[in-house]
């Protein structure tokens, strides 16, 4: 497999745990449900890595206090008025930096923005960019 269709195949698994996180701040449904529910649906995973997608669902639930400690600092707004579509992206690149630094960091920014253009408000990838921008600046100083 060449390394566009492995990236390919992680971008479409952000795209299916950005809708997944999202369920999950609505309807605060377990990461075993939401795995066997987009597992199950008609077009299944699709091309999407379905290792990557489970361990990036899991792991943005396990950690997702500390996750929202590493990303308060920079949010302009109270948590509580993020846009669930946002705060999941934001989730989900919070995640990426600190657990996967084989991922490099304007990657998982650049991924997150690319989220936020198709799923976010229509202003919402801008924040989403300064919010990671400054999280990786923090998380991965060393690489920047």
């Excluded at 795209?15 to 077009?43: D, G, H, K, M």
């Excluded at 639930?61 to 948590?79: E, G, K, W």
């Excluded at 202003?123 to 960019?129: A, L, P, Q, S, T």
Aim: hydrophobic share 45%; aromatic share 6%; charged share 25%.
């Amino acid at each position: 497999m060449s390394e566009m269709q492995a990236l390919s195949r992680r971008g479409l698994a952000r795209r299916l745990t950005v809708q997944a996180l999202y369920q999950w701040l609505i309807n605060e449904s377990t990461p075993a449900a939401l795995l066997r529910q987009f597992r199950e649906q008609e077009e299944g995973l699709g091309r999407a890595d379905p290792l990557y997608f489970e361990e990036l669902l899991t792991g943005v639930v396990t950690h997702a206090s500390a996750l929202t400690v590493d990303l308060v600092p920079h949010l302009d707004r109270p948590l509580e008025q993020l846009d669930p579509v946002e705060h999941a992206i934001l989730l989900l690149g919070a995640y990426e930096l600190r657990h996967k630094p084989e991922v490099p960091w304007k990657v998982v920014v650049n991924e997150a923005v690319n989220l936020a253009k198709i799923f976010g408000a229509e202003e919402g990838y801008k924040f989403v960019n300064g919010v990671l921008d400054k999280l990786a600046r923090q998380l991965r100083a060393h690489e920047i």
